[in-house]
């Protein structure tokens, strides 16, 4: 991290929203032991759109209906989204593209 | 299947409309809290598509209110019994 | 009968939570059961421990809590309404980091995941509010 | 035991926060795999009213999380056409996927199967 190192919360999720930008989503990404590449990207860049206009965190399964909205069904799978973000694709998906952490209501 | 609909504010801040639209004959009406003040309203007011119509006797007390000879009262144990006997209930506060 | 009661509303705000604990207290002693009490929103203020009531008005947080642990009711305070309203345990104190405590340990908090679970094994639900 | 969930929204987005509260437990009811009918009566259809705006007054805005319904599955939801017509509004002023019903489609829609919840 070359630039600046962001505020964490314990769970590793940012502490001020404004910090992200994508060298902070590779830092996040890295702590996380996940190596950015295109589809990662694609994932993230559609969840921040999501979230400019809708303002809701996602759990899984509407996490992955959206991408399977978005990017067709091959890709709209839970099992394409955990090889890229790990067990609970929403949650590590979200930490890395800068949103705020699910309120843990479930 | 019927429900219960437990109502729980005064006639004057009840909005009719939403509530006549929800209540289905087969219904009860069980006035609680300011509930209760819909025993002194006219027959306009209680005009429900239900004649199951019951107040709670501790709220009515509490608000120094008597029922007219024609109209139902009952306690905690009494309330218990009609939610047994309707298979839902609609809370409307 | 199996109830879950959702309790709406704060000690403070009305008769609502008043009229749960003693819907509770009649559903009890007729033999029914208690799947599980859910407060949501201002409700979660009837967990709080530091409510201080003048000592002739009634301590409802207090009440409810001899009520959970007489009969062993599951009770679930939810977690988005807690902890904005300043309803904390242990653990969200530490996921907070938060200094102090101030949910009864009768309740739990927890997600609304617990009360739809609990939807599943109830004959009837009641909100108060 | 039915899984079926009927959510009564009654409330004005902004006024308080149980609609929101009711969107949530819509959520985690879809997520369990319950089914959800959702039912907007009185001053609930104001959920419904398209752009709005509610960065305004620094809340979320409701429309547009009503909106993530159907990412959940939730593809059923009923406004009553009385209380639409009450406020001077028509279904081009919703958002989609909203369906406008009379009160003895409600009725029914109350009348089961599984709980009501209604905040």
């Not at chain 1, 998906?93 to 949103?99: D, F, H, S, V």
């Not at chain 3, 939810?78 to 530490?94: L, M, P």
């Not at chain 4, 398209?50 to 909106?67: F, G, N, T, V």
Request: hydrophobic share 40%; charged share 20%.
């Amino acid at each position: 991290m070359s630039r600046f190192t962001p505020l964490l919360d314990p769970e590793g999720f940012l502490l001020n929203l404004d910090d992200w930008d994508p060298e902070a989503a590779e830092f996040l990404a890295n702590r996380e032991e996940i190596d950015l590449g295109d589809a990662h990207w694609e994932v993230i860049n559609t969840l921040r759109a999501f979230y400019e206009v809708h303002q809701v965190s996602l759990a899984n399964r509407a996490f992955v209906s959206l991408i399977r909205r978005e990017y067709g069904p091959d890709k709209g799978q839970s099992r394409y989204l955990m090889k890229l973000f790990g067990g609970s694709p929403a949650k590590i998906a979200a930490k890395i593209a800068g949103l705020p952490k699910p309120e843990n209501c479930l | 299947m019927s429900n219960l609909h437990v109502i729980a504010t005064s006639p004057q801040t009840t909005n009719f409309v939403d509530l006549k639209a929800a209540v289905a004959s087969v219904d009860a009406v069980l006035f609680i809290e300011d509930g209760v003040y819909f025993s002194q309203a006219d027959d306009a007011m209680l005009n429900f598509a239900t004649q199951r119509q019951f107040f709670l006797s501790e709220d009515l007390l509490a608000r120094g209110l008597a029922l007219r000879a024609e109209q139902e009262q009952l306690n905690y144990d009494g309330f218990v019994d009609l939610t047994t006997k309707h298979e839902r209930c609609i809370s409307w506060y | 009968m199996r109830y879950t009661l959702l309790i709406n509303a704060a000690p403070q705000s009305g008769e609502a939570a008043h009229s749960a604990i003693r819907f509770a207290e009649a559903a009890l002693r007729q033999g029914h059961s208690i799947e599980q009490l859910f407060f949501y929103g201002e409700g979660v203020m009837n967990a709080s421990t530091l409510t201080v009531m003048p000592q002739d008005e009634q301590n409802l947080p207090a009440s409810w809590d001899a009520l959970i642990q007489k009969n062993d009711l599951s009770s679930i305070v939810c977690v988005s309404s807690a902890i904005r309203r300043g309803i904390i345990d242990t653990q969200e104190a530490t996921r907070h980091q938060l200094s102090a405590v101030s949910c009864y340990e009768s309740s739990e908090i927890g997600g609304l995941g617990s009360l739809i679970h609990a939807l599943s094994n109830t004959d009837r639900v009641l909100s108060f509010g | 035991m039915s899984k079926t969930i009927t959510l009564v929204a009654r409330r004005t987005p902004y006024g308080g926060d149980k609609a929101r509260q009711t969107l949530d437990i819509a959520f985690a009811a879809a997520v369990f795999d319950h089914e959800v009918r959702y039912v907007f009566i009185g001053d609930g259809v104001w959920q419904l009213k398209k752009e709005q705006s509610a960065s305004e007054i620094d809340r979320k805005p409701h429309a547009a999380a009503l909106e993530t319904l159907e990412l959940y599955g939730i593809d059923k939801i009923y406004a009553l056409q009385d209380s639409l017509s009450e406020r001077q509004l028509d279904i081009n002023d919703l958002i989609a996927n909203v369906q406008v019903v009379d009160d003895a489609t409600v009725r029914t829609l109350l009348a089961g199967p599984g709980h009501i919840i209604n905040l």
